[in-house]
């Protein structure tokens, strides 16, 4: 039992939201941002994670932040628009948010997952990976795509993003890297 605003006992909430391998639980929630993020429970075992049924993990805004292959465990937090999906791992204390999306890649801290917002394309820069606009591609790659890939992905315009912003990120990821 718990106590409502007006101090009488009530029956604590019980209704939960469930989404493939995971329930968010109503009764364990924490405030970010102005946002409530509900803890996260294994409703099946999910072996790659090592995650038993019942198991708690960390916390998500909605449903929609977290795919069903994905877990998010810890003190971990998803939310707005960002999104965790394929066999991704998001772990610690590492936040998610803004319109990042994790792809089979994990997030262990926070300084492993960098958001840039210009006035162009938004930029999430992961352990392995790089999104820029709707490209998700391995670091790797990106820096090793030649004007002629660059053009055939988003026209003159995202040439010259390019030619100016590939020394800033290759800076960026050679400062943040181990």
């Not at 405030?31 to 790659?48: N, S, Y």
């Amino acid at each position: 039992m718990m106590r409502d605003k007006n101090g009488r006992f009530v029956k604590a909430e019980k209704e939960e939201i469930t989404n493939g391998n995971y329930k968010l639980r109503k009764d364990l929630t924490i405030q970010v941002w102005g946002k409530t993020l509900f803890r996260i429970e294994a409703t099946k075992d999910i072996e790659r994670f090592g995650v038993s049924k019942g198991d708690l993990g960390g916390y998500v805004e909605k449903p929609e932040n977290l795919s069903s292959n994905a877990w998010v465990c810890g003190d971990a937090q998803v939310c707005g628009d960002a999104w965790v999906c394929g066999d991704a791992l998001v772990y610690g204390n590492a936040q998610v948010y803004g319109d990042a999306q994790v792809y089979g890649d994990k997030i262990e801290k926070q300084a492993d997952c960098c958001n840039i917002t210009n006035q162009t394309y938004n930029i999430t820069i992961l352990p392995e990976y790089i999104q820029i606009g709707r490209q998700f591609h391995k670091k790797t790659e990106w820096f090793g795509y030649s004007d002629r890939e660059i053009l055939e992905m988003d026209n003159r315009r995202g040439l010259e993003w390019w030619r100016i912003w590939k020394p800033i990120l290759q800076a960026i990821c050679n400062t943040v890297q181990g």
